[in-house]
């Protein structure tokens, strides 16, 4: 996917790198996704040295707040057409690797 990086961000090795500065976003444009449409965004934050980042599906609807390496999930509800972004605050300095987002299908409990 081709990303649209903010300040402070970075492609290399293959990897999103995060540099402290500013708060700042790395947008990709995910198609077919529509607004509505529950999906589950998967990433992994590596080299952790400070700060924060979190995923959003468009819009204000966010995931939670991560400051760790480690690999993570975020299921949401897309609220802009074929667009998701993560965010680091001004403090970000890590690596972002094996993002993907995927149609997520809630089945509901027969009780």
């Known amino acids: 996917t081709d990303w649209t990086k903010g300040t402070g961000w970075t492609i290399s090795g293959g990897k999103l790198i995060a540099s402290a500065g500013t708060i700042s976003n790395l947008t990709a444009e995910v198609d077919p996704l529509t607004v509505g449409e529950t999906v589950l965004i998967v990433y992994t934050v590596s ?3 400070a700060g924060t980042v979190k995923a959003y ?8 707040v991560r400051s760790a390496n480690g690999t993570y999930s975020e299921v949401g509800i897309v609220t802009s057409n074929g667009s998701f972004l993560i965010q680091k605050d001004s403090a970000g300095d890590m690596s972002i690797d094996n993002v993907s987002v995927t149609e997520y299908a809630i089945t509901p409990l027969d009780v």
């Open 47 to 49: 080299s952790y040295v």
């Open 57 to 64: 599906f468009g819009g204000g609807n966010a995931g939670a």
